[in-house]
């Protein structure tokens, strides 16, 4: 019998999940939660074989969740709406065993937890197609800068934080437009948004 936990915050879609498994004969569901906080927790003490996550829940995300879970045992499908490659490259660096699309049929579902048991690993070839083009250009002082940019700081604060000076700051948000090919700061924060880059 497969044990799987799923994380989930949408609550009809949880239910739904949940009966579905459930009809499968080699399948139990044995723990459902609305956060990554709440798959973390269940991992730790019941050890399920499966955890289903999806990635944005309050609190703790299932990449987030993935990511402290990696070195577990259990195998982690990530479930989502989402096929944003940067989302799609930090699942892979935690190490996760599938990675499938919501709008994915039912029976392919069942089809990749088995997969999954099997020692085998499952990931949308929606995303597997664009990986490798989608890797973010930005160096990792680049993505610091940019985060702080996301946050609301301005130049002098930036460089308050990362011990620089103004000028630097000013020449790196520069390199970030250059590199994102975007006009403006907030044209960078959408952009890197949807690629699925921040943390």
């Not at 709440?38 to 309050?58: S, T």
């Not at 664009?130 to 002098?156: C, F, H, M, Q, W």
Request: charged share 30%.
């Amino acid at each position: 019998m497969i044990n799987i936990f799923i994380a989930e915050d949408q609550q009809m879609l949880l239910g739904a999940l949940g009966s579905l498994l459930n009809l499968e004969e080699d399948m139990t569901v044995v723990g459902q939660g609305t956060s990554g906080q709440d798959a973390i927790d269940f991992v730790e003490k019941h050890a399920p074989d499966i955890c289903l996550m999806d990635i944005e829940m309050p609190g703790k995300s299932g990449l987030e969740a993935a990511e402290e879970l990696k070195d577990s045992g259990v195998k982690i499908i990530i479930l989502t709406t989402f096929a944003r490659s940067g989302y799609f490259q930090r699942a892979l660096k935690a190490g996760v065993s599938g990675y499938m699309l919501k709008d994915s049929p039912s029976d392919e579902l069942v089809s990749a937890i088995r997969s999954v048991m099997k020692g085998r690993r499952v990931y949308a070839p929606e995303l597997m197609e664009d990986i490798y083009s989608e890797e973010n250009p930005l160096t990792e002082r680049e993505k610091e800068v940019l985060e702080l940019v996301a946050d609301g700081k301005n130049t002098k604060e930036i460089a308050n934080a990362l011990s620089i000076k103004s000028g630097t700051v000013r020449n790196y948000v520069s390199m970030i437009l250059d590199k994102l090919e975007v006009k403006n700061r907030i044209e960078a924060i959408t952009r890197s948004k949807e690629k699925g880059w921040f943390k």
